[in-house]
């Protein structure tokens, strides 16, 4: 039996004891000094707390097995009850916490001979209603499993971050550690481990060199059943993994920082107001090494008694460890960890400084989201309506991201994103991402991503779908990177009013189209024009698109053939570069597709990149392949204006010994009334081939203009 399903019977018996605790022996019982809970002398009665009893903590206390099935236990302001087994238990009808529980540090630095790691300290609670008070904590902070010390090494527990020569990783649980970087050496950041539905284990500790400050080390356990009553969060339940000092920090340490820990909590309703609950990574030290990672959080309420009860407003941390100030290398953070719950009610909408990976549900519709120096992510396929706005910001050294994933949906008022990101990832079938925002979008210093799902006959031309019902601003650096599905090419339409795209700022999809061929395989790249494999002593020729790709050395007729029209929709994306059996290095791949169909104003002085790429293309050791050929560009509006927007669809470049470049892509801008003068410049420039590998062929560039409405054409 493993530790949850044996929480789960001590929780039944627990309730049955709960129930048959009668009233007529119950008396008051107070502590008189400080002192162990089975002392006689800790108590001013001289006796142990009996079934039925009413207790109240007035000074340091510790529990070492469980307690008798008390009517109530409160413990008061600035006084601690510390749990130090995994025996001790706290059996009570009522809980108030006033000051602090909290248990002692797990001591395993090994497994057991079942290859486990098992903890030997947690908080325990079996209660039918439980009060953090506003001056009250339930605290596991740095007591999980520990950080690496004195020795160079691992830290300890399931997810230890490792080491290399001068720098420890950050410790894993429900979000890996951050690595940590020396130079050249990398150690490895702590695995994940466990349920996000029933954390039973610790936090793990970060991995460390000979010499400096301890690592840090991981949260503790904190378990809670309630399931007959109510959870009241008006203060703070913690299980953060080793927060290093300012000291440490800045110091000579060279550590990686602890996981978060577990918070399991299993009750009827869930109630708070300005509580907190936080499983976040520890931070890394000064020299080098990684933060720790996220843990786990998981809250079961009965849905029906919550749907009666008033909106908790308690804030979740769940976020990976940061940096510290001014680190002196490159040290990574830690990712966030789990947050489970059952009952979207329970969630907050505001997250600041932590976040985490929401899991347990598919569909979310709060009535605003804001998301400040935190990092949300749905790694599962959820439908999120927010009717009203939600913002996505940094104002500090911690990144602000919202994350979607396995083809969501995401619908809004206005979004606005200002130095952070929102991402919607595919999956690998049919069903499309989605962004609808009734109101504004706007970008300041931020990023959007948006991948493509595959397209057939019963989907739309389209994989995945922006659709902006107001304006459509991009300012301060701001890039929008649309992604086309690699090997089928469906792309990202966007479905705007009004666009505008300030100097710096802009849509780049390099790169984001067809892949090229795969390493040391002799295949064509995918895409309509994908480049041929080279065989024997003749070297794969690139992709083509608007214009051929490149021959091959040796290898005629090897290049991507032309497809699409110049002056014509549809627009497609990119095809990859072939590849040849000896090639150590993918082929180019094809640039993507940015598609922007607007029914206002496009203003356009920055950017839209849609090229190929081939990465490290002239490395001796990535051989043989052709370039990607450039993507397509296809913008519709009713009036275009701008004077210094660029547009680039270029072939890239083949791959050392003889690979062919990419050819041209293909850019249409169709407007009603075009007011730029001809001031935007573009290019569709081919790839050069490279040790007897051709250049691709130029691609295509055509404006238009659209009818008016009520424009007659007459046809002869």
Known sequence: MNATQWGKVVGIIGAVWLLAAGPAVAATITTAQAGDWSNTTTWVSASIPQDGDTVIVNHNITLTNGTAS?????????????????????????????????????????????????????????????????????????????????????????????????????????????????????????VTYGSASAPDQPGSGGGNTATGDPAGAGGGLIWIQATQGTVTVNGQITADGGLLSTAEQLGTGKGGGGSGGGISIACRVFAG??????????????????????????????????????????AFRCGGGSLPPNPLEGGEPGVPGTIYVNDTR????????????????????????????????????????????????STGTRSAALTLTNASSLTCGNLAISNGSVALWRDVGATMPTLMVTGDLSLNTGMLYVSAALTNAATPAYGALVSVA???????????????NPTNGGSVCFSLKDLTIAFGSGFNADGNGYWGAPPSTSTNGFGPGGGKFGLFSSYAGGGGHGGLGGDGGGALLSGGGIYGASNAPPVFAGSGGGNKHDGNGRAGDGGGLIWIESDGTVTLNGYLKASGVTTNATDATYQ??????????????????GSTGTLTANGSIGRRWGGGGGGGGRIQVWSKNDLTGGALATSVLPGAGTEGGSIGAVGTVHYGTIPLSGTTVSIR
Do not use: M
Not at 73 to 79: L, S, V
Not at 470 to 484: A, C, D, K
Not at 624 to 641: H, M, N
């Open 470 to 484: 107001g304006t459509t601003s991009l300012t301060n650096g701001s890039v929008v990177y649309p992604f086309s």
């Open 70 to 190: 008390l009517a109530a236990y409160t413990i008061n302001a600035g006084k601690t009850n510390t749990f130090c087994t995994t025996n001790a238990i706290l059996y009570a009808q009522q809980v108030n916490v006033y000051g602090t529980l909290t248990h002692t540090n797990n001591t395993a630095t090994s497994t057991n001979a079942f290859g486990q790691w098992v903890p030997n300290g947690r908080v325990f609670i079996i209660c039918s209603n439980l009060l953090v008070d506003a001056t009250g904590r339930i605290k596991a902070d740095a007591v999980g499993y520990a950080g690496r010390f004195g020795s160079a090494g691992s830290g300890y527990g399931p997810g230890g971050g490792t080491n290399a020569p001068g720098t420890g990783a950050g410790g894993g649980y429900g979000g890996p550690g951050g690595a940590g970087w020396n130079g050249g050496n990398k150690s490895l950041g702590g």
């Open 624 to 641: 043989r392949g052709g370039g990607g050929s450039g993507g397509g560009i296809y913008v519709t509006s009713r009036r275009l204006q």
């Open 273 to 314: 107001s300005n509580g907190l609950v936080s499983a976040a990574g520890g931070l890394s030290q000064k020299w080098w090494p990684g933060a720790g990672g996220g843990g786990r959080i998981a809250i079961t309420v009965d849905t029906n008694a919550q749907a009666g009860a008033s909106t908790p407003i308690v």
């Open 346 to 393: 329970i969630l907050p909408t505001t997250w600041l400084n932590g976040g985490g990976e929401l899991q347990g549900f598919s569909a979310w519709a709060p009535a605003q989201l804001a998301i400040t120096n935190s990092q949300l992510s749905f790694l599962t396929r959820v439908q999120l309506s927010v009717s009203g706005n939600i913002a996505v910001g």
